[in-house]
């Protein structure tokens, strides 16, 4: 069977009216053409689209080339209106801070009202009064108890601070322990006095003995001053 050239028509496909005019001869040769064909069809339809796809892209680049330019142009022109107020306004208001801080009227109103503001949020704290003296009593210095019986000691004292505020202080006595921090509030510089009363039960300690006792005030804070005030017990439980 004689070779047959492809031929192409103008637009680049495959010109399949050339082929039409091979006669076979041959069930065979019958067959071979119409394999040839289909392989001719799928590569025309092959070219046809890459065909097609090669002029989509050329008319595509060629419309965003027109739009770049334009959106450039647009961005610049943008650009220019923006800067062109910025600077007016700029200079318009050189003149006004230029003005404003020689004359000083802008940074007076500010130091005034943060110096306003500062004195009014915060309160001055008073300072703590000292306690300068103390003094201690008791009602009865000895006592005495039996089985089952109790004397009561009452104790009295007094703090002198030389101004208003507060104090803390505390009584300690002999077998008694400590009565823990108490607070004492002068309003103005002077004395106030204090009271503490002690009990002690005849049964808790041996008979026909004499015990002596020590009772202490003292001052905690914001200073300490201490005053001691002996005493005896006795208990006559046999």
């Not at 890459?50 to 610049?76: C, D, I, R």
């Not at 209106?81 to 940074?107: C, D, E, H, L, R």
Request: proline share 6%; charged share 10%.
């Amino acid at each position: 069977m004689p070779k047959q050239k492809t031929k192409f028509n103008s637009s680049g496909f495959i010109n399949l009216k050339s082929i039409s005019k091979f006669k076979p001869k041959t069930k065979k040769q019958l067959g071979i053409l119409l394999i040839a064909v289909l392989l001719l069809a799928s590569l025309s339809v092959v070219l046809y689209n890459q065909h097609t796809t090669n002029k989509t892209n050329t008319l595509t680049a060629s419309s965003v080339e027109p739009t770049s330019s334009a959106q450039s142009t647009t961005n610049s022109s943008a650009q220019n209106q923006t800067s062109t107020p910025t600077n007016s306004s700029s200079t318009g208001t050189t003149q006004p801070k230029t003005s404003g801080s020689s004359g000083g009227a802008a940074s007076t109103p500010s130091s005034s009202s943060s110096s306003d503001g500062q004195s009014g949020g915060s309160t001055p704290t008073p300072p703590s009064p000292t306690v300068t003296a103390e003094t201690l009593g008791v009602d009865h210095t000895s006592g005495s108890a039996s089985c089952g019986q109790s004397y009561t000691y009452n104790f009295s004292g007094t703090i002198t601070a030389n101004g208003p505020g507060t104090i803390t202080y505390h009584w300690f006595a002999t077998d008694k322990g400590d009565s823990g921090p108490l607070s004492l509030t002068f309003s103005a510089a002077g004395t106030l006095g204090v009271t503490k009363s002690l009990t002690y039960n005849g049964s808790d300690y041996g008979g026909g003995q004499s015990y002596p006792m020590t009772m202490r005030l003292e001052s905690l804070t914001p200073n300490s001053v201490s005053k001691l005030q002996n005493f005896d017990f006795t208990s006559t439980c046999i």
